[in-house]
């Protein structure tokens, strides 16, 4: 077995992903890994990486398909006992001007941002070492769409005994409540981006102190954080921050000292605790 550690990164074959790798190259003494769904895309990055004189692994992960995440999970655990750094970073986004119906676009990116990020969860968090660093890529869409739910739906987000299967419940009713053009009268907001990633946030959350209770010694840390508004493919060039700032916090939250005990289950940006 590789005695050293190693960092995964989720969707980072370009974009906040591929800047969080590039910051990890410099930083992070392990092994980093660089994954995507797409083998070609993937390989394509690290060689850009490699000519800046970093160097990253690669390893195929379409957090869409179970099977790749049970792939990838087995791999870690056999090649490296596990992971010490775990960065969910995939996510989709459909753009303003898309005109895709709109219990569609919940569908698809409730799916992917969502649950596809739950699997990840529910089959690496048990590979994290001790020690470990969990972080979740949120949005500060996600703190904004939580304010315009209803206030019972507000409430519970926010709840400290809000469970995993409560939350999941949470999420499949918003689905097929935009399936039937009422998400609205159930106190759901107008956005289907936003409502993944409030679901992340709270998601990020309810493992955190799950973790705390089953594995109260191990020092493991994890966190929901916003990258800000980044250039990219998916917010578009208009945004004010490039992929390498907005890999600050993320990076910033992987990296906490050992021995660090907070923060832990918060929702973090600019590396400050924000208000949930």
């Not at 980093?32 to 000519?51: F, M, N």
């Not at 529910?122 to 470990?132: D, E, Q, R, S, Y």
């Not at 999941?168 to 009713?173: D, E, G, K, R």
């Not at 508004?229 to 990296?255: H, I, Q």
Request: proline share 4%; hydrophobic share 40%.
């Amino acid at each position: 077995m590789d005695s050293n550690t190693v960092a995964v990164v989720t969707g980072s074959n370009k974009g906040i992903g591929l800047a969080i790798v590039r910051a990890l190259c410099k930083q992070f003494e392990g092994d980093v890994y660089l994954t995507a769904r797409d083998v070609g895309r993937g390989e394509d990055a690290v060689k850009v990486l490699s000519s800046e004189g970093l160097k990253a692994m690669f390893h195929q992960l379409d957090i869409n398909d179970l099977d790749s995440i049970k792939t990838a999970a087995a791999y870690f655990k056999g090649k490296y006992g596990g992971v010490d750094i775990l960065i969910n970073n995939a996510g989709i986004a459909f753009k303003a001007a898309d005109t895709t119906p709109f219990d569609v676009q919940a569908e698809v990116t409730l799916n992917t941002n969502f649950f596809a990020t739950r699997d990840m969860l529910t089959h690496f968090l048990p590979i994290v070492k001790a020690g470990g660093r969990v972080v979740n890529v949120s949005s500060f869409v996600s703190a904004l769409t939580l304010n315009k739910c209803s206030s019972e739906l507000q409430q519970r987000f926010r709840s400290e005994d809000l469970t995993e299967d409560e939350l999941v419940a949470l999420m499949q009713q918003f689905v097929s409540e935009a399936k039937k053009g009422k998400h609205k009268e159930g106190g759901w907001p107008d956005s289907a981006y936003g409502t993944s990633k409030v679901g992340v946030t709270a998601l990020s959350m309810i493992l955190a102190r799950q973790v705390s209770k089953q594995r109260p010694n191990d020092g493991i840390l994890l966190n929901a954080c916003c990258p800000g508004w980044v250039r990219t493919d998916m917010a578009g060039d208009k945004a004010p921050k490039s992929p390498e700032e907005g890999a600050v916090t993320p990076v910033y939250l992987a990296l906490l000292p050992p021995g660090a005990t907070e923060p832990h289950g918060k929702f973090v940006s600019d590396k400050q605790v924000q208000p949930w």
